[in-house]
């Protein structure tokens, strides 16, 4: 035993020496000021350069330098290859897995290296991003604070160590300006020249991620997935206007993601809930279905949809009702987990491109699924069950019991998703109003109603203020709180009929859908479109090089609100709202979705333009419209909403500065025309730097 101590204290000696000579010839981390003053000059300008191609580039030289120390030299290739992905590669968020705030990114750079505040700038980013896309993170204030607050110290650090680096500055709320030239605005009104610079700005975002990041199998970097969700903040320019280069690329995208393998049965293969897998299949038909709405080919794919819905999705419940069998499905499977059985009102994605295909044609197959359907969700909501009020759409209906919620103790949430709050109530509950509301447009019955109806009594309930002390989660008082989401549907129900028996709520939860007249819709529109133009006169990086996830490109400003980056938020960055300049542009009250009431598509580039909408309906389309050039523009007006028969156009035309009503002079026109269908393409020779009125009428 003696003998073997020895021996073991023998070779313990040995390796200590062994470890002692290591640490004699192994380089030292190079100090800062110990190193030749053009490195440092080097280590500051690669630092303090805004665009990564920069700093690439001076990384590059430096590792190359023969007066490097051996460590900083293996420390320069290290993260000369971590920018050089962070720039090439074609998976934009390739971190999403490895960056936390508890353990940063694996650099592979020590906290000693002269190199390691450039690595900060790279962590900041990655966590701030990779916030801004997960809701596991977003539901709770207190971890999504906990996460940006990591991304701010990494910033702040940087920023002491590369003052002049204005990406980095910009993260910490110092706003890089995005100047440009926008001519020809003198005396334009106020809502036009806004319009106006919101879609320039906002189609030069759109062009630079065409030109700068679409691959050439058609994907933009953030894989199909969330590339797809893209089109929905393009729409006042891809579908309110026509630029053929945005068109194409469209085109081009969504006819790759449908030759994808995963995509061969008309759905997705790739089992997740219906919120996820719905969105390849919807956000490439979709939006070919307004681009090209004759086209077989996309109007097949819709029907594809209803043949999963009819024969493989849903099935006749206990109560006899037809309901959506499981949460998770894909074109060939249904997942049939207790936990994971439940309709909600995330399904209408799954059917969104057919409920667009039967508003057209009144297709009589689709509109008796999608009746029949919503019929069992009528029935659900007013039923008072397992908590739920009486009156209230239900987060979810069990199958195959068909009785209101899911697994979980509470009805308002389900538990059939691991993500928090994605299928809590009320999540998506607008896209499933809207869908009754087309039920009733289409079919003129009132029961496809009766859920707007009662939502609204329990609104005008809370606004009275009948509702005392504390709200429970679940209960009436607090349903009727948040309540005010049904008003895009309600104004959307305002436009169709005429019936203004919702106005009170109109005015208090969405009041400038009440601005029916001229001036009355001239006022209104001002502001919302002054928030989107002051939104993107700043931060252009934060919209194009900076983004890592692909559905979250006009997300950057919200890092700025409360308990985000700073616990009490900054003031002064507006997030920036497409569905204004879509809906001023086209005379829709809402959100494209699920019943899209756009009157018009101005076919000619969103640039030096502005239209806005004063009229629209079945009987009257009326429209201003500025352009901002110096000669006479040639465009056209498709027409949507026009019923059959006989019509009377009349352009007119007032100087700039002028008042519309009183000043307006005939300039073509009165012109008859017959619509026959749907679309009607009205001829228009619009003059420079004047506010030309296009105005259709029901010929008498």
Known sequence: MRRFRSRLSLAFLRIVLASLALLAVAPAPARADDLPKAVRAMIRDAGNA???ADRLAILERLATRSDLPPALKADARRLHDEVKRWITTKYLPYFSRKAAPEKGYPFGIGEDSPLFPITRIYLGRM??????????????????????SRAVREFEAAREAFPENRIVRMYLGEPIPWPKDLPGAEGAPAWARLQREGLERLAEIITWWIDRRMQ??????????????????????????EDPKIVQAQARFSEALMGQPHMKDGYTSRMSDVEHTAEDSTDAILPMMHLVPDDPVWQKRARRLVDLMETRWTGENERGHLQFKSTYFTGTKVDDRPERACDTPWHVRAVQPALLLWQRTADERIGRLVCRWLGTWVDATARAEY?????????????????VGGLG?????????????????????????????????????????????????????????????????????????????????LAKYRRLSGDNAFDDLLRRDDGGVLAEDAAARRKAAAPRLGRTAEALRVNRPGYTNEVRWTDRVLNFPNIFRPMYMFKDG???????????????????PGALGYLPLNGVRWLTPPRDI????????????????????????????????????????EVRAVKAGKDVGNEAERIAGPTLIEV?????????????????????????
């Open 676 to 700: 026959k269908g749907p679309r009607m393409r009205v001829p228009l020779e619009v003059p420079p730097r004047r506010v030309t009125v296009l105005d259709v009428r029901r010929a008498e």
């Open 387 to 403: 908590g739920k009020p009486a009156g209230v759409i239900p987060a979810a209906i069990h199958w195959p019991e068909g009785r």
């Open 127 to 148: 966590l701030v991003w990779r916030t801004l896309e997960s809701g596991n993170i977003k539901a709770y204030p207190e971890v999504r604070h906990r996460w940006l």
């Open 570 to 588: 900054l003031k002064g960055f507006a997030r920036p709202r497409p569905d204004d300049l879509y809906q001023t542009a086209t005379g829709d």
């Open 409 to 489: 103790k509470d009805w308002w949430d389900p538990r059939n998703h691991g993500e928090p709050t994605l299928y809590e109530w009320p999540i998506a509950q607008t896209a499933l109003c809207d869908t009754f509301l087309l039920a009733w447009h289409m079919t003129g019955e009132r029961r496809y109603l009766a859920p707007l109806e009662s939502m609204a009594r329990l609104r005008r309930k809370y606004l009275a203020g009948e509702y005392k002390g504390k709200m429970e989660p679940g209960s009436e008082g607090w349903c009727a709180r948040r309540l005010n989401l049904i008003a895009p549907t």
């Open 50 to 52: 805004d665009a990564d």
């Open 216 to 241: 050439p199998d058609g994907q933009f970097g953030g894989g199909w997935g969330d590339d797809c969700e893209m089109w929905r903040w393009w729409v006042p320019v891809l579908l309110a206007f």
């Open 610 to 649: 502005a239209a806005l909408v004063t009229a629209s309906g079945p009987g009257r389309f009326t429209a201003e419209v500025v352009h901002f050039g110096t000669s006479p523009r040639t465009m056209a007006a498709e027409l949507y909403l026009l019923k059959p028969g006989r019509y009377t156009v």
